[in-house]
T-cell receptor
Framework: SQTIHQWPATLVQPVGSPLSLECTVE??????LYWYRQAAGRGLQLLFYSVGIGQISSEVPQNLSASRPQDRQFILSSKKLLLSDSGFYLC?????????FGPGTRLTVT | GENVEQHPSTLSVQEGDSAVIKCTYSDSASNYFPWYKQELGKGPQLIIDIRSNVGEKKDQRIAVTLNKTAKHFSLHITETQPEDSAVYFC???????????FGTGTRLKVLA
């Protein structure tokens, strides 16, 4: 069966510091991968999606970037965090229509 | 642009009663409609989905109905239990895109 992992689970970072969130999927090959952000009590905002290694599409222009160095690994990065980057970051995977979410990373920028 | 409207934003029901959440989509080319349940502090969990060639789908206490003409779909939960309390999101997507258009969520509270 397929499993999706995200780490860290929680993170507190000062403004201006770098960020690296990692997502890995087990038990499947060539999945579509997604990064979402969810502000407190709000809906889901798609940030990036990838249909293959090295193929990244950005949905929202901001100071975040994504990379897919391996088939089942998706990384979300920032060089300098802003207060507005705080939120719940969710990675998801899918093979066709469906998307399956990971447990999320709660990021607080102080 | 495309959007999905979801109602109500909050819903309180007594344990054992039924709950219904409704979503309306704008893109007539949408052909896949998933529903997610999100518990506090966790990632959304896919609980049921329906494709546009089907009018209704049921899985135990959960069912989803789709009206393509009216462009709306609904989640029905029967015999609600306290563990059904969560935020529920609907979404719509169409062939050729990997993106979902999500609704704004419904906070369901099941009162014991």
């Amino acid at each position: 069966s397929q499993t999706i992992h995200q780490w860290p689970a929680t993170l507190v970072q000062p403004v201006g510091s770098p960020l690296s969130l990692e997502c890995t999927v087990e038990g499947t090959s060539n999945p579509n991968l997604y990064w979402y952000r969810q502000a407190a009590g709000r809906g889901l905002q798609l940030l990036f999606y990838s249909v293959g290694i090295g193929q990244i599409s950005s949905e929202v222009p901001q100071n975040l970037s994504a990379s897919r160095p391996q088939d089942r690994q998706f990384i979300l990065s920032s060089k300098k965090l802003l207060l507005s980057d705080s939120g719940f970051y969710l990675c998801a995977w899918g093979l066709s229509y469906e998307q399956y979410f990971g447990p999320g990373t709660r990021l607080t920028v102080t | 642009g495309e959007n999905v409207e979801q109602h109500p934003s909050t819903l309180s029901v007594q344990e054992g009663d039924s709950a219904v959440i409704k979503c309306t989509y704008s893109d007539s080319a949408s052909n896949y409609f998933p529903w997610y349940k999100q518990e506090l502090g966790k990632g959304p969990q896919l609980i049921i989905d329906i494709r546009s060639n089907v009018g209704e789908k049921k899985d135990q206490r959960i069912a989803v109905t789709l009206n393509k003409t009216a462009k709306h779909f609904s989640l029905h939960i029967t015999e609600t239990q306290p563990e059904d309390s969560a935020v529920y999101f609907c979404a719509a997507s169409r062939t050729g895109t990997y993106k979902y258009i999500f609704g704004t969520g419904t906070r369901l509270k099941v009162l014991a």
